[in-house]
């Protein structure tokens, strides 16, 4: 058999070729084995349909797992294959047989391996951190705001300050090199200090292409505090980490403070006792909306009390934040008392934005301890779930957590308990993302969305972002991620894992300055 090279690839032939003889054989194949699946990976870059083939043990036949025009593949096993087992895969051109001699030219190896918790949850840190490297807005570095965006590149600043904390623990767990990680975090510091801003603020999305803001809502195009200080955190985060580094790093980091030291978080005030959310230079203040609690915005004051330069007064806090018919609760459900928010708590990522950087653990006040608190927000959802008063499909010990993400049935929505919003939608965000505060219940989920539901939930950036097990079967799962859904789970299984973001966001000297300004204990 003789091989023709044409553009760098092997085209097989037996003598005279003909139409069923001719095929392209896959280049640079690659698998990787993970607690459930193996992921292969080859050069497809003419986006030719291949199967894939496995065979198991000492079986004697291949079977079809399924086929594929993308240039990867994840094939999840059947709970019947036993760990420390041999698995041979073949990629076949789509119509050749994959009896035939040549199949072997496709050939690749895998055992799977016995596995702890811990490998689980690398998997998952390791797949969701992709969203913020493999698919960064090129351009600019930035964090895209969704992966089925139909406005173009729009890009989020909260989002890549969620994305920002994953690429570090990406950079500490070697899941790319640092220099990689490092460049994507300059491409990011270069646009924000590129693009306009509010008095210091940003705006919500921002369009990578023409670099200008791009509305949120019909008055929201300008700055927003909130998003500001979710990008603002993972921004300190980062100038932590690099302070001490090569002359590179120090000089971002000193960049960093140069972002840091021009928000001007008291102008957010209008001179009042109370801080606002949203200005425009094309509409004002008609947005009108005050940062009351208790919600994700804690982090908002946090930063706002922290600042060097353009602090907030304690008053604004307590006039503001603390002064809401949803901030102080007090009661008990499912025999879980939660002393801080609203009935049952709300969605979880109230116990996840401020709580990526900010450190909950031993973080108290007069009113609550914070860690406890979101626990107990946490197993309220988890009790709900149980309960199930609406008898949705699916929900359970196994199954829980809500939280705002898109939705099968009315897209993007809020969901949290005994609400309307509660139409059988759990975001696997909710779960993962509280293993900080549940380790062994989040886990509980975690596994059984991955080994019993992953061929279904689990592709290339991790967990899609909806699931709704009471829909028929191809309209159960929304295929989407977005930003501000993955930044949370990377993060805080890397906080569950080492504490690494949460070392490093408290350790930027005005943090505690902040804290001690708003009467926090620490």
């Known amino acids: 058999m003789k091989k023709i090279i044409t553009l760098g690839l092997f085209l097989l032939t037996w003598g005279v070729l003909s139409a069923q003889e001719k095929f392209i054989v896959p280049g640079e194949i690659k698998s990787q084995c993970y607690p459930g699946h193996t992921e292969i990976t080859w050069n497809n870059k003419q986006g030719f349909t291949y199967e894939i083939y496995r065979l198991v043990g000492k079986e004697l036949s291949f079977i079809k797992q399924g086929e594929t025009l993308r240039d990867y593949f994840l094939d999840f096993y059947d709970n019947k294959i036993p760990q420390e087992t041999k698995i041979i895969y073949r990629i076949i051109p789509k119509g050749m047989n994959v009896k035939s001699n040549d199949a072997s030219k496709f050939e690749t190896i895998i055992n799977r391996k016995s596995y702890k918790d811990d490998d689980l949850l690398d998997m998952a840190q390791r797949y969701t951190t992709r969203y913020f490297f493999d698919f960064a807005e090129p351009a600019t570095g930035m964090a895209r705001e969704r992966s089925?965006?139909?406005?173009?590149?729009?890009?989020?600043?909260?989002?890549?300050?969620?994305?920002?904390?994953a690429l570090i623990a990406g950079i500490e767990r070697n899941y790319f090199p640092k220099e990689k990680g490092l460049d994507i975090i300059n491409k990011i510091i270069n646009f924000l200090n590129s693009v306009e801003r509010f008095h210091g603020a940003w705006a919500h999305w921002y369009n990578a292409d023409t670099r200008k803001a791009f509305s949120f809502s019909q008055f929201d195009d300008g700055g927003d505090l909130v998003e500001t200080a979710l990008l603002m955190q993972g921004l300190l985060t980062a100038r932590e980490y690099f302070k001490n580094g090569d002359e590179n790093e120090r000089v971002l980091s000193d960049k960093i403070t140069h972002l840091w030291e021009t928000v001007e978080w008291n102008w957010y005030t209008q001179g009042t006792d109370s801080l606002y959310w949203h200005w425009s230079k094309n509409y004002g203040w008609k947005m009108n909306h005050r940062i009351k609690g208790?919600?994700?915005?804690?982090?908002?004051?946090?930063?706002?009390?922290?600042?060097?330069?353009?602090?907030?007064?304690?008053?604004v806090y307590e006039s503001c934040f603390k002064n809401s018919p949803y901030y102080y609760n007090g009661k008990s459900y499912f025999g879980i008392k939660l002393d801080l928010g609203m009935d049952y708590g709300g969605p979880l990522f109230f116990t996840h934005y401020s709580f990526l950087g900010l450190n909950p653990n031993?973080?108290?006040?007069?009113?609550?301890?914070?860690?406890?608190r979101n626990k107990?927000?946490?197993?309220?959802?988890?009790?709900?779930?149980?309960?199930?008063?609406?008898?949705?499909?699916?929900?359970?010990?196994?199954?829980?957590?809500?939280?705002?993400?898109?939705?099968?049935?009315?897209?993007?929505?809020?969901?949290?308990?005994?609400?309307?919003?509660?139409?059988?939608?759990?975001?696997?965000?909710?779960?993962?993302?509280?293993?900080?505060?549940?380790?062994?219940?989040?886990?509980?989920?975690?596994?059984?969305?991955?080994?019993?539901?992953?061929?279904?939930?689990?592709?290339?950036?991790?967990?899609?972002?909806?699931?709704?097990?009471?829909?028929?079967?191809?309209?159960?799962?929304?295929?989407?991620?977005?930003?501000i859904d993955q930044g949370p789970i990377a993060v805080m299984i890397e906080n569950y894992r080492s504490g690494l973001i949460w070392k490093l966001f408290m350790g930027n000297k005005e943090i505690e300055k902040g804290l001690n300004e708003l009467g926090f204990i620490k």
């Open 294 to 315: 208790f919600d994700e915005t804690l982090i908002t004051y946090v930063l706002a009390a922290s600042s060097p330069t353009f602090p907030i007064d304690r008053k």
């Open 362 to 372: 031993g973080l108290k006040d007069s009113y609550t301890d914070y860690f406890e």
């Open 148 to 165: 089925n965006d139909v406005n173009g590149d729009i890009v989020t600043t909260g989002g890549t300050g969620f994305g920002i904390m």
């Open 376 to 483: 107990a927000h946490v197993l309220i959802h988890r009790a709900y779930a149980i309960n199930n008063p609406k008898k949705h499909t699916g929900y359970g010990a196994n199954l829980w957590g809500f939280t705002s993400s898109d939705d099968p049935i009315v897209g993007y929505s809020s969901h949290h308990p005994d609400t309307n919003d509660d139409n059988g939608t759990v975001s696997p965000t909710a779960a993962i993302s509280s293993i900080v505060y549940t380790p062994n219940e989040s886990m509980d989920v975690l596994k059984y969305l991955y080994f019993e539901k992953g061929k279904q939930l689990f592709d290339k950036y991790g967990f899609y972002d909806a699931y709704n097990p009471s829909m028929v079967v191809g309209q159960q799962v929304v295929k989407s991620y977005l930003a």
